[in-house]
């Protein structure tokens, strides 16, 4: 249960400074620079995401912060399907199970959004806890199945035997968000420099959190973890037999992506000041799957792009005035489209089209 | 020192024996060949000693510990690592990160709190990879996905993988099984090569006679679950309890 003592680490550090200097240096030097530019690339986008998509694809900015929210989401998500190769139907108890617990403790406790959000976050990764203990003893589609049948479990709860707590069917709307850090109303205006990018600052505080997720799911699949869950994906049995404990590791990814649903639902909570019953609903679990496999299952980025187009779809082309209605034949044509033409999703293509345009590199 | 050490151990599937009231020592150093006619037990005596399945009674010790109720990893974590019948890799990541999987359970052991360092900060886990490669002459290969290897490759990086645990023990199940007579004689020589180096305990199954004859110093004969036979080479090779497993078979 624990790493490796503090002392260790620091004789590590002394061996790689003295004997292996050159070559580990470099490579240390490499991977600093892609975390860096990974996390750079990541607060460029964010940055000018709203600008683009106001001015050129008919957006807003309140949709555009919901694609952050579902983004984040979808990559922690595909840190159980495409790496770790689970497949769960029952995230909306994470993802709306944060999003309830935020907005009773944003009315109980304390308003102050960094907390609120801290409390949705450690309640998902409680009920990810529970959930994943009793639901990963089954692999395959038995998991899927577990995994349903605790989230619409706790639709009902949520729906009659706890209305008490979370309003039942009308949704719990004593959300009760307070200023950031006691200073800045966070759903206000943005000071002057910012404004010619974004115009309120709900869409910063999730863009930050967005960023650091990002930053914190790339670090993870850098770690001995992100080899080791794709070990687990690869071929299980295999992994059993080099000695390690699968079981834990599929524990801890099923409560790693349980935390980024966490962080997703309680920012679901401050931005709409409302946590709607349906967070909880199934359909709410089949559309981070849907998301996650549009976009690529596999990569860092992919899922975000897929949370983008499906909300794109769902609300701008749903607006349209004769392709509107068929908004739901739509996405699913994308998502056949999608996944025939470019199994690995959005973030598949546009890596073919790069390797394309740059001549590809010889994997 | 005695590494493995079996007791009465026995396998019952429904009204069928598999592996019946099997004794069997392996010391140290040595390297020991178990035979037998098909559906002679053992596979099924391997997957006991993994803790793939649950004997139905008799004893398992490891290293003068008994092993029995451990799972698969805590086995493979006290030094006992297995080769597969099949290819038993990880098809779509790289010959290395295969390699490293298998580092970092022998650096780490079956679990660690570490998701928030960066693999590039093990080094001793890089080095372990880079040698068992060298080791098994895949070196060059290692950047290449280890679904594109091969199948002769693919068998010697699973064998790799196994030897990567660093195992005090190392369990072959039919490791040139579906190898052309080329791959087969690398993958002896192989075998015999980090048994020296590494002063390797092994415990082979194995068809083919010619490789049983030619690496093992024991050969334990197993017929209907139970062991007909034990000795060098030689002396199974005369056993007329053997001859009558093996050839006598068909008249009952």
């Known amino acids: 249960m624990s790493d490796e003592p503090g002392d260790a680490t620091a004789t590590a550090a002394a061996d790689t400074d003295t004997e292996v200097t050159g070559g580990f240096a470099d490579r240390w030097a490499s991977f600093r620079d892609r975390e860096i530019s990974t996390v750079l690339l990541t607060v460029v986008g964010v940055a000018v995401f709203p600008f683009l998509f106001n001015n050129f694809l008919n957006g807003y900015t309140q949709l555009a912060t919901l694609m952050l929210i579902y983004g984040i989401f979808a990559v922690g998500f595909d840190i159980l399907l495409g790496y770790t190769g689970l497949l769960s139907f029952g995230h909306a108890v994470f993802f709306g199970g944060a999003a309830y617990a935020a907005g009773i403790f944003s009315a109980s406790v304390s308003s102050s959004p960094l907390l609120v959000l801290l409390a949705g976050t450690a309640f998902a ?54 200023s950031l850090l006691g200073v800045i109303d966070i759903h206000g205006g943005v000071p002057f420099p910012l404004t010619m990018l974004v115009d309120n600052m709900l869409y910063v505080f999730v863009a930050v959190m967005t960023v650091l997720s990002v930053a914190m799911a790339n670090r993870i699949l850098h770690s001995p973890y992100g080899t080791v869950f794709r070990a687990i994906r690869e071929n299980e049995r295999r992994a059993e037999f080099v000695g390690l404990d699968v079981w834990r590791y599929k524990l801890m990814a099923f409560i790693i992506s349980a935390a980024f649903a966490g962080i997703a639902g309680s920012l679901f909570t401050i931005e709409g000041n409302y946590v709607p019953l349906q967070s909880l609903y199934w359909t709410e679990s089949g559309r981070v799957v849907i998301m996650t496999v549009l976009g690529g299952v596999g990569s860092l980025f992919g899922p975000l792009f897929g949370a ?28 056949v489209v999608a996944v025939v033409l470019f199994p690995n999703g959005i973030w598949g293509g546009i890596d073919y089209v790069r390797d394309m345009v740059v001549g590809g590199e010889d994997e | 020192m005695t590494v493995l050490k079996t007791e009465r151990l026995t396998k019952q599937f429904g009204g069928l024996t598999a592996v019946d009231e099997v004794d069997l020592e392996i010391e140290q150093g040595e390297g020991v060949s178990l035979i037998g006619p098909n559906g002679a037990g053992k596979s099924t005596f391997i997957n006991l000693v993994t803790r793939r399945l649950e004997p139905s009674y008799g004893e398992i010790a490891f290293q003068g510990d008994s092993i029995i109720g451990m799972d698969p990893h ?144 024991r050969i334990v004969v197993l017929n209907r679950g139970s062991v007909i036979a034990e000795g060098t080479p030689t002396e199974v090779q005369n056993d007329p309890a053997v001859q009558e497993a093996y050839l006598g078979g068909v008249e009952e």
Do not use: C
């Open chain 1, 125 to 178: 990764v409680l009920m990810a806890w529970i959930v994943g203990f009793l639901s990963l003893r089954r692999g395959g589609i038995y998991f899927a199945i577990l995994t349903l049948t605790f989230g619409q479990m706790s639709f009902y709860l949520a729906a009659s035997p706890l209305a008490f707590l979370t309003n039942g069917e009308n949704g719990f709307t004593s959300v009760d968000i307070g």
């Open chain 1, 308 to 335: 983008g187009l499906y909300l794109y779809i769902e609300n701008i082309v749903s607006g349209f005035e004769t392709l509107g209605p068929f908004w739901h034949l739509i996405l699913g044509i994308v998502f």
């Open chain 2, 74 to 217: 805590e086995v493979v974590q006290r030094g006992m690592s297995k080769s597969f019948q099949t290819a038993s890799i990880f098809p779509e990541l790289t010959v290395k990160e295969n390699a490293t999987i298998a580092a970092l359970a022998a650096e780490h052991g079956s679990f660690r709190f570490n998701f928030f360092r960066n693999q590039n900060s093990y080094p001793a886990v890089d080095e372990l990879a880079n040698e068992v490669l060298e080791s098994v002459g895949l070196y060059d290969e290692r950047e290449n996905q280890a679904d594109s290897l091969d199948y002769g490759n693919k068998r010697r990086l699973e064998l790799g993988i196994a030897l990567a645990a660093e195992p005090d023990m190392l369990l072959m199940d039919e490791p040139t099984a579906g190898m052309s007579p080329d791959e087969t004689k690398s993958t002896v020589d192989l075998i015999k090569r980090v048994k020296e180096e590494l002063d390797l305990t092994f415990l082979l199954v194995e068809h083919d006679m010619e490789i049983v004859f030619d690496i093992s110093d």
